[in-house]
Structure formats: structure tokens, C-alpha cells
């Protein structure tokens, strides 16, 4: 991969008692330098994560991004990603990772919600494509990919058991591209701190303004 071929990367930080997550659109490059950032928010357990990160993707406008990452499916307290959606809209193909084994989430919504609210995240959870695993640098990442061009399809295999290295090749090839240490892709490594200062420093504006008002 070129030294300059861009990712997207996007992840959230919530702070668990405002309501609102931030999310941070972080552009990166292959070879680390950071191009650019875009912000969105999203209501900590609701269900607009999918137009916050098509917001981000309106806001950036970036032509030159190959390809888009996402820190995981449920951000903001189980705001379901419908990762074929944001791949119509970016035109370009979308990696959600993960960094943990899981069941999947199928339990926890079943847990959490109930009535128009769970059939609601489940008609989007049941939509995504399967969950593979792949080894990077020694560590185990969790990798869910949608090509622009795909039509959808059936969910896959969603837990411990899927299959190692059965990502398809494009899509282990940039994530080991954008990973050159460690097990998280520095796109969305970069856009969660992003999004953590952000939080942190809207939590602080209003005291700040307080003091020199």
C-alpha cells in the first residue's frame, strides 16, 4: 500500500451521564500523518449512530479516503451501525472492528430492550455481515467488512468460533497496512482519542466559561 493512502477512521467516547456520545472522524494516512478530523454526536442509547457517521462522512467530504473504518457496531450504548447503509454512502468499503471474543450482542439486546426497541436494533444486528477473526502483530482483532459494491446478504458466524484468517484479503490487507504495532488500527486509535478529548474538553467549556465570565 502507498505511503499516502487514506483511511477513515471513526470512534465514539461517551461519558455516561450527559446522553450524548462524541464521535470523531479521524483521516489517516498509511504511513501514520494524520489529515483531518470531523465531529458528530449521537444519543447514548439511541438509534442515530448511522446518521452521526454519515454526518461525518458529509462534513469531511474527503474524495481522497479509500476506505472506512469504525471502532465496533454498538457504540453509544447499543446504537446499532447499519454498516450497509454507511458503505451506499461513503461508496467505499467499511471495516468494523473488534478487540474482544463475544457471544454477540444478540443476548445483552434481548437483555436491555424489549418491544419496538429491540425489534428495532435487531432488524439492523441481524443485517450485519459475519464477524471474523484475524491475528495482527500478535494480537486478535474481530473484523466485520462490507464492500461499496455488496448488496448485502445473510449474517454469519458472530462469535469466538469464527474462522481465523478468513477475512478477505483486500480487507486483512489494509487493516495490517494501517496497524504497525499493537492490535488497533491507528485510524481508529487516532479518532478515539480524538473523540475523548473532545468530550473531555466540552465537559470542561462550561466551568472554563463560569470562571471568566
Known amino acids: 500500500m502507498k505511503p499516502g493512502t487514506r483511511a477513515l477512521g471513526i470512534a465514539e467516547s461517551t461519558d455516561g451521564h450527559s446522553g450524548r456520545a462524541v464521535l ?9 500523518v494524520v489529515d483531518g478530523f470531523a465531529y458528530a ?11 452521526a457517521v454519515c454526518a461525518l462522512l458529509d462534513r469531511l467530504n474527503r474524495e481522497d479516503v479509500q476506505y472506512l473504518l469504525v471502532s465496533g457496531v454498538a ?8 454498516l450497509d447503509r454507511i458503505a451506499e454512502a461513503a461508496d467505499r468499503p467499511v471495516l468494523a472492528l473488534s478487540y474482544e471474543a463475544s457471544p ?16 428495532s436494533r435487531l432488524a439492523v444486528y441481524e443485517r450485519l455481515p459475519p464477524r ?3 491475528r495482527v502483530n500478535d494480537e486478535t ?11 448485502g446478504g445473510e449474517a454469519g458466524p458472530d462469535d469466538a468460533d469464527a474462522p481465523v484468517d478468513s477475512v478477505d484479503d483486500e ?3 489494509v487493516v495490517r497496512a494501517y496497524t504497525p504495532t499493537g ?31
Not at 457504540?75 to 447499519?82: E, G, K
Not at 454477540?104 to 425489534?119: I, S
Open 24 to 32: 470523531c472522524g479521524a483521516v489517516v494516512r498509511a504511513d501514520r
Open 41 to 51: 454526536t449521537a444519543t447514548v442509547g439511541g438509534l442515530d449512530a448511522t446518521d
Open 183 to 213: 492490535g488497533r488500527p491507528e485510524p481508529v486509535r487516532v479518532a478515539r482519542l480524538a473523540a475523548r478529548a473532545a468530550r473531555q474538553w466540552c465537559e470542561q467549556a462550561p466551568v472554563e466559561a463560569d470562571r471568566h465570565g
Open 171 to 173: 480487507f486483512e490487507r
Open 75 to 82: 457504540p453509544a450504548w447499543f446504537n446499532i451501525l447499519d
Open 104 to 119: 454477540g450482542l444478540e443476548p445483552a439486546l434481548r437483555e436491555q430492550f424489549e418491544g419496538q426497541a429491540l425489534d
Open 132 to 134: 471474523r477473526r484475524l
Open 141 to 151: 482483532l474481530f473484523v466485520r467488512a462490507v464492500d461499496s459494491g455488496d448488496d
